[in-house]
């Protein structure tokens, strides 16, 4: 055969493709959960092409197979025209999520985003000390990781519709927190720090702040990062809430405000389950009967 293919050949698809306009430099999305949906709502319109596509091909290899120059010539140039529309479809879905993620999700926009996700959904959703509260879940956003942490659960579905509804979830199971087993801790770790100051002030009442407890509890490097100062707050309002307050050995357990007390690195203030600010500074146990 001793015809040459012109610029509209098979062979020369690529030389003919003009490339399609983007966007290079990254952008500010209006909102993650708006990118997100305009990707899954074109995701599926690319998906429904490609079938398209798919079947041209199986036409041009039919046509080639019988050797109908004709239609074969025909459904080269469909098939040409098909693949360069899915290919700058796919650009523009792509660009989408052409903007700097890590300092979306460090900075306040997201917080904001999911503050706002929530309202609309119906869920209470409280931000305080770097960490996002929905009673009784604490969340907190792992920006260099593209994630999240959902009570110490690591969460890498960001979407904020999503996460919502994740925290929903958590929110209907059964609580974990055992307010005996807190605190029975509780108790032991302020025994030996009031002992420590005299044998003599065990079961005597005395007001040892809450926070001395805790950097007992955490004595070790891995035990703070594990058990932070906002999942200890929690814990302490949770067993206050529970209205547990009698050790197996016979104490009574009273939380102390921080009336006076002025310094707020001293201090535990937690989101309570309506909203409003709660503030500890100590615990004492007195002897019963």
């Not at 989408?96 to 926009?109: P, V």
């Not at 009673?135 to 659960?153: C, F, G, N, Q």
């Not at 702040?209 to 509890?217: A, C, G, K, T, V």
């Not at 891995?222 to 197996?248: C, M, P």
Request: glycine share 8%; charged share 25%.
């Amino acid at each position: 055969m001793s015809e040459s293919y012109d610029s509209e050949s098979a062979s020369g698809v690529l030389e003919a493709v003009e490339p399609c306009s983007s966007t290079s430099e990254p952008s500010k999305p209006e909102s993650l959960e708006q990118a997100l949906a305009g990707i899954e709502a074109e995701a599926g319109d690319l998906v429904k092409t490609t079938k398209q596509v798919m079947a041209s091909f199986k036409k041009i290899k039919d046509a080639a197979k019988v050797g109908d120059l004709v239609k074969l010539r025909k459904l080269l140039d469909e098939g040409k025209s098909a693949t360069l529309a899915l290919g700058c479809d796919f650009l523009k879905t792509q660009e989408r999520l052409n903007f700097d993620e890590a300092n979306y999700l460090a900075g306040k926009d997201f917080r904001q985003e999911l503050l706002e996700t929530a309202q609309h959904m119906g869920v209470n959703l409280y931000e305080h000390d770097g960490y996002l509260f929905s009673y009784p879940v604490l969340l907190k956003i792992l920006h260099k990781e593209r994630a999240v942490s959902i009570d110490r659960i690591r969460e890498s579905r960001l979407r904020p519709s999503v996460l919502v509804n994740r925290l929903k979830e958590v929110q209907n199971k059964p609580l974990r927190f055992k307010p005996q087993t807190f605190l029975e801790m509780l108790y032991t770790a302020y025994s030996l720090v009031v002992a420590g100051r005299g044998k003599h002030l065990v079961g005597k009442g005395t007001v040892i702040p809450l926070l001395e407890l805790y950097q007992l509890l955490t004595l070790l490097p891995w035990q703070a990062s594990e058990y932070n100062r906002q999942e200890f707050g929690r814990d302490v309002y949770l067993l206050d809430k529970s209205g547990t307050i009698s050790t197996k050995n016979g104490h009574r357990a009273n939380f102390h405000a921080s009336t006076g007390v002025r310094d707020v690195s001293k201090t535990l203030t937690v989101i309570a389950q309506g909203g409003r600010e709660k503030t500890y500074y100590g615990i004492s146990f007195v002897k019963t009967g």
